[in-house]
Every structure is written in structure tokens, then in C-alpha cells.
């Protein structure tokens, strides 16, 4: 079956560091993928999403590049601030207009020392 | 603008108890709708979609059960609660033709 799989468990920066939470997706199909933001006590925010090969998906700072060849979709964002601490998800979804099935990987938990 | 309102913003129930989790999604007409759980330090695991009123379909079987019974609102519940049922629950909408979800603010059970 489609699984997604984040790589770092936690990272742990200092503010304006380069910030790179790698994801890895395994897919039958040719699915979109995401990246949502979750902060404690909340309920996960989209964040962005890319939809075919070499498209890049981007919001507040945070960017990713769809890789077909290399089955990536690395979040990066060039200097963190003390407010990106969060959980991040890197997901997997096709272009279903009924299930809309989202599959998540396990998270990266980012601490930002000030 | 959107707005998805959850109820009750957290429980504590005991082993064997009936629950009854609710979601109103305003601002949107025929969204589709969707029940998500997530363990403490886990990730989201999509349980229920629904996509017009009255239809819900099952992804995982956690001995719970849903309900659609107005085009804004969906419903969880079981009649009787297990340990492993302690968690955050998360609903999400999407629109028919979009691809990504968003999802409401959660509540915490916590059965003991």
C-alpha cells in the first residue's frame, strides 16, 4: 500500500538555522502530496501542496519540490524563527473528488531555540 | 469564509461508556467530511469520509461508528468505549473538486 515516511523524528535548530525535515513516499499511483503544520493542542493547518513532477509548493517561508525520480518531497525554509516550533506531516493524497484519503507520515517535531 | 466547530473540546469518559463527538462545518454547502484520530505523539488516521447526507463510509474499523444527518454536521460515537479509543479526534472538510483538507480544532478523549 501507499505509506509516506519522514526520516527525522525531531530536529532541534537555533533561530534563522536552514531547515530541511526530509519525506519519502512509496505510490501506487500518481498521488499529490502535502505538508500541514500542527501546533500543540491544535488541529493540523495545510501548509502547501504540489500536484505533478518538479512542481513546488510554497507558503510563509516554506517550500518543497515534488521529485517523481527520487519519490521526495523535502520540506525546506531558509532561516526559522522561534514560532515555526510545531509538528510537521508530510501526506500523500490522490485526485479522488469523493474519498479525498489523506496519508500521513509520522512527523517531524521541530523545537526552536530563540 | 469557513468555519468547523468541534464539540465537546474534550472528554473523559469511562471503560464501557457510550461517546458522542460532534462537528458542524459552517459556511459551506456539501462539503465533504471526514473523521481522523490521532494517538498522543502520533500521527492522523483517517476513520470515516462522508460525502452527501446520510452516506458514511468506513476506512478503519476502531468499533466506532458515524453519521451524517445534516449536510453540516457529522457525528462519532460508539456505545461503548475501549482504552485504546483515548486519542485526539480531528474532523476535516474539503470541497468536491480540491484536494486538501482542513481540519477543525480536535477534542481530546481520554478513557479510563
Known amino acids: 500500500g501507499d505509506s509516506v515516511t519522514q526520516t527525522e523524528g525531531q530536529v532541534a535548530l537555533s533561530e534563522e538555522d536552514f531547515l530541511t525535515i526530509h519525506c519519502n513516499y512509496s505510490?501506487?499511483?500518481?498521488?499529490?502530496l502535502f505538508w500541514y503544520v500542527q501546533y500543540p493542542g491544535e488541529g493540523p493547518q495545510f501548509l502547501f501542496r504540489a500536484s505533478r513532477d518538479k512542481e513546488k509548493g510554497s507558503s510563509r517561508g516554506f517550500e518543497a519540490t515534488y521529485d517523481k525520480g527520487t519519490t521526495s518531497f523535502h520540506l525546506r525554509k531558509a532561516s526559522v524563527q522561534e514560532s515555526d516550533s510545531a509538528v510537521y506531516y508530510c501526506a500523500l493524497g490522490y485526485m479522488n473528488y469523493n474519498q479525498g484519503k489523506l496519508i500521513f507520515g509520522q512527523g517531524t517535531k521541530l523545537s526552536i531555540k530563540p | 469564509a469557513q468555519t468547523i466547530h468541534q464539540w465537546p473540546v474534550a472528554e473523559i469518559k469511562a471503560v464501557g461508556s457510550p461517546l458522542s463527538l460532534g462537528c458542524t462545518i459552517k459556511?459551506?454547502?456539501?462539503?465533504?467530511l471526514y473523521w481522523y484520530w490521532q494517538a498522543t505523539g502520533g500521527t492522523l488516521q483517517q476513520l470515516f469520509y462522508s460525502i452527501t447526507v446520510g452516506q458514511v463510509e468506513s476506512v478503519v474499523q476502531l468499533n466506532l461508528s458515524a453519521s451524517r444527518p445534516k449536510d453540516d454536521q457529522f457525528i462519532l460515537s460508539t456505545e461503548k468505549l475501549l482504552l485504546s479509543h483515548s486519542g485526539f479526534y480531528l474532523c476535516a472538510w474539503k470541497r468536491d473538486w480540491g484536494y486538501e483538507q482542513y481540519f477543525g480544532p480536535g477534542t481530546r478523549l481520554t478513557v479510563l
Open positions: 505510490a501506487s499511483g500518481y498521488p499529490a
Open positions: 459556511g459551506k454547502s456539501s462539503p465533504n
